[in-house]
């Protein structure tokens, strides 16, 4: 009889016969992910004069289940860019796995000049939007969409966006997931425009990315009150990663139909 662990649970060769294995062998195409399981909401950011502000919660949510509540989603590259994601939490670990080599390369590549990393956050979002296209293209999509915040070549402020197809778009505001329709108009009543954001200082763009917040956690089911908020400026990267919501005030859900008690 054979004892070898391999052969535990299997029927005896000596009595059934050898073991038949070809079931195991696959010999259709390879697979790839269909559709996330466990995933990150909305992310969103705003300009203002001297840089950038962008927040993310801390919620990872399996299916419709909110399952991590410790998931920081808000990536700082070289102290000068922050990277935030939405969508698959596994493809969102392998992008932070590229960002800490590219990370280590850039330093290594830089320390004997004394330079600072020659990568802004415009170099940082091409180079990302490559990567989504590429994947792509190879059919197997990083199930994502992302934020890079920073400045770009020219030292301005700069927000842009790349989704899982490599789509890119740069703007004032930017909101992915639920936020790209709950909280873009409460930004754009900010800064409707490029022109707008020389206006804006630090606190108005703070206050602004707080309210929002507030608003996805009473309307998005998969968000969550704890969350990351970041600051960009030309002094680095400001990072606070358990935030708590403040002043929330649900006295609005008494008038929605079907809240309660009111199913009329």
């Not at 991590?68 to 990277?83: D, G, H, I, Q, Y």
């Not at 990568?119 to 890079?148: C, E, G, I, M």
């Not at 425009?193 to 009473?218: H, P, S």
Request: aromatic letters at 10%; hydrophobic letters at 35%; proline letters at 5%.
């Amino acid at each position: 009889m054979n004892h070898l662990p391999q052969a535990w649970g299997r029927p005896r060769d000596d009595v059934y016969g050898p073991y038949d294995a070809s079931y195991l062998q696959q010999s259709g195409p390879s697979q790839h992910t269909q559709s996330p399981i466990v995933t990150g909401t909305s992310v969103i950011g705003i300009k203002f004069k001297d840089g950038v502000v962008i927040a993310a919660d801390n919620l990872a949510s399996y299916g419709s289940l909110a399952r991590f509540t410790n998931v920081k989603r808000l990536l700082p590259f070289a102290e000068t860019s922050v990277v935030g994601i939405g969508g698959d939490v596994s493809d969102m670990q392998y992008i932070s796995r590229l960002l800490n080599t590219l990370d280590i390369r850039e330093s290594y590549s830089t320390a004997s000049t004394g330079m600072p990393p020659p990568l802004t956050a415009q170099n940082l979002h091409t180079y990302l939007s490559k990567v989504l296209y590429k994947r792509r293209s190879d059919f197997n999509p990083l199930w994502n969409q992302l934020l890079v915040a920073g400045f770009d070549d020219d030292g301005k402020p700069f927000l842009s966006s790349a989704d899982l197809l490599g789509t890119t778009f740069s703007a004032p505001t930017l909101a992915t997931g639920f936020g790209a329709h709950l909280a873009q108009p409460i930004l754009r009543r900010v800064v409707d425009d490029e022109a707008e954001v020389r206006n804006i200082d630090r606190a108005t763009a703070v206050e602004a990315v707080r309210e929002c917040m507030k608003v996805l956690y009473y309307r998005d089911a998969r968000s969550l009150d704890r969350y990351s908020v970041a600051v960009v400026t030309r002094e680095g990267v400001e990072l606070k990663e358990d935030e708590q919501l403040e002043g929330q005030s649900w006295a609005f859900a008494e008038s929605i139909r079907g809240y309660g008690t009111q199913v009329n």
